[in-house]
Structure formats: C-alpha cells, structure tokens
C-alpha cells in the first residue's frame, strides 16, 4: 500500500498550522512548536487528523480509492513529544497507516 511521503505530509502540516499560527515562509523544518498555546495544539491535532484522514489515497496505477483512507494516532502526548514541525512531518510520516473502509 503506498504511503503519504514526507513532502505530501509537509504540505499538510503547514496548511494546518497556518489556518492556527503564524510561520515563517520557507523551509519551516526548524520551526519550534512551543509556538503554540493548549488549545491551538488542540485545534491542530484535531484538523490535522481530519485532513490526513481526507487526502485522496492515491493506488499505483495513479487512480484514487475511496474505500482506502490514510490515518494517523494524534493525542496530546504526541504534539508534546514535537520540537519542531519537522519533528511533527518526520513522526507523521513514520507511523502513518492505512485503512480499508471494506
């Protein structure tokens, strides 16, 4: 099954962060997270979850599947287990999964 790659994940993640924070353009690697307050991490999680959880699942053949979505386990201890957003965009995409609706 394949994957979200770290620059699919990347794309995502700074979407989200804009929608909650102000970052700076460019390579965001590097960017700490402390940045953000209780309930922004709540509001990114939450998000961030539902748009991983929406980005088309893109089959081999180039085709996308509805019954196959990608997902991923966000929870408070993992945001706080971030530094940076690339800590976030590398843990992402390390234990990302996918799921058959069928």
């Known amino acids: 099954m394949a994957l979200l790659d770290r620059d699919q994940v ?3 993640v700074i979407d989200n962060l804009k929608v909650i924070a102000d970052i700076p353009e460019g390579n965001i690697d590097n960017t700490s ?13 939450s ?6 959880n929406a980005f088309p699942y893109q089959l081999r053949n180039g085709s996308t599947s509805t019954s196959v979505y ?12 971030w530094n940076t957003v690339g800590d976030c965009i ?8 996918t799921v058959d609706k069928n």
């Open 33 to 45: 997270l402390a940045m953000l307050n209780d309930d922004q991490k709540k509001i990114f999680l």
């Open 70 to 81: 990608y997902d991923i386990s966000l929870n408070g201890d993992t945001i706080n287990s």
């Open 10 to 12: 990347k794309g995502i």
């Open 47 to 52: 998000t961030l979850k539902k748009k991983i």
């Open 90 to 97: 590398n843990w992402i995409t390390a234990n990302q999964i």
